[in-house]
């Protein structure tokens, strides 16, 4: 949870493990071996950082074992996937997102295939606002029901947009023509959602974040296209150019709506992902340097913010932040990132290990003076296609 709270994916796990129905048995069981995967996975980095690696039950053992149980697990997916009742169970998309975060916190490799599997059952069952209309009534006080189904749909939403910004891809899910769903209520019982308290930041900015991210991907296109044909680098359609000044106005801008009392941690959250956003445009798009003062201000706003979530132990779901802000600091300003970075091994899992990497190496480059010292540049040229949040 990115904030002290009840756990709605445990509530609707358990659910699905204690009061299983006939036909889910595959199902079930994929998502229990998912579950014993991300325990043995957190083992093993708590026991790695206190230097117990080698040997029975050590840090390696358990990573083998959160490996078996992740085979497992998708074993009994691809099972289930193939029957029609398999195929239309919220447990088999719940198994797909519990494989997925095994892979996420054991340093972001390899989750690609189960991401596009669990995109394609929300498909097969009629795309998220179809799935949601259709879903059951919620008991009172469980996350069963359209509850569950919004929660897992918002979990795979939001897999896929922060995975697109490893790959360069368009986010699907909340791409501007099917994004409705996100913040429309499928039906009267509709009226649950769980980003907030999972993911730490406001409901409303997802479909905005996803916006700029299909943006940028398709500016980077014309970028390259460009390219071929132009002698001059750093050409850029003026449109791309106009329609970033209007996304960075946009966000400078952006408020969330009236509601009830906000965490401190969402408002937070809001925050970083707000400049996060506003960095990668003017960098990406607009053609800034790391070191220009605009870009350093909002990559300052990013690292304080990331810092108070960290001394809280709120760090959740905040390395991308981390990772990008971090690109772009020198000298004495980047052993405030590494010591966020400390800061967030308390409550997340090996992907931090990854985020300092990509970072560390962007630093080697600006250093040296070589070519593609920049985020993008390092993880296309690692190939490291990762999921980390």
Not at 1 to 17: G, H, R
Not at 81 to 86: A, L, P
Not at 234 to 245: L, M, N, T
Not at 329 to 348: E, H
Request: charged fraction near 20%; include cysteine; charge should be negative.
């Amino acid at each position: 949870m990115a904030y002290p709270s009840e756990n709605p994916v445990l509530a609707a796990n358990l659910q699905f493990i204690l009061h299983r129905n006939r036909g889910s048995e595959m199902a079930v069981e994929s998502l229990r071996m998912a579950l014993l995967g991300i325990a043995a996975v957190h083992q093993s980095f708590l026991l790695s950082r206190q230097g117990v690696c080698n040997g029975e039950g050590g840090a390696d053992d358990c990573m083998q074992l959160a490996y078996s149980f992740r085979t497992k697990a998708k074993h009994s997916l691809y099972a289930a996937c193939n029957t029609v009742d398999g195929a239309r169970d919220d447990a088999t998309l719940a198994a797909a997102t519990g494989i997925i975060l095994i892979d996420i916190f054991s340093g972001g490799q390899g989750w690609g295939k189960t991401l596009t599997l669990a995109k394609t059952l929300v498909n097969m069952r009629g795309g998220p606002a179809v799935l949601l209309a259709r879903s059951l009534q919620s008991k009172h006080n469980t996350v069963t029901g359209v509850s569950r189904a919004r929660l897992l749909l918002e979990t795979v939403a939001v897999y896929e947009l922060f995975g697109c910004l490893s790959t360069g891809q368009e986010p699907t899910l909340l791409s501007p023509h099917t994004s409705s769903w996100w913040l429309d209520h499928a039906n009267a019982e509709d009226v649950t959602s769980h980003v907030e308290k999972v993911f730490g930041m406001s409901r409303q900015l997802v479909p905005l974040l996803a916006r700029i991210t299909s943006f940028v991907s398709q500016a980077l296109r014309n970028r390259s296209k460009v390219r071929e044909y132009s002698p001059d680098e750093s050409a850029v359609e003026s449109e791309d150019v106009e329609r970033a000044r209007m996304l960075y106005s946009l966000l400078e801008n952006w408020t969330r709506a009236p509601t009830d009392v906000v965490p401190s941690r969402v408002r937070m959250g809001d925050n970083i992902y707000t400049n996060l956003a506003q960095v990668i445009l003017l960098r990406d798009v607009l053609g800034l340097a790391p070191d220009d003062p605009l870009v350093q201000q909002h990559a300052n706003t990013i690292l304080n913010g990331c810092a108070d979530c960290g001394q809280s132990t709120m760090g959740v779901d905040l390395n991308w932040p981390l990772i990008i802000a971090g690109c772009q600091m020198f000298g004495a300003d980047r052993p405030r990132v590494l010591n966020i970075f400390d800061q967030f091994r308390y409550v997340r899992c090996y992907e931090v290990e990854t985020s300092e990497h990509i970072v560390l190496q962007v630093w080697k480059r600006l250093d040296e003076e070589l070519p593609g010292a920049d985020w993008r540049s390092v993880m296309r040229d690692l190939k490291l296609d990762v999921l980390i949040l």
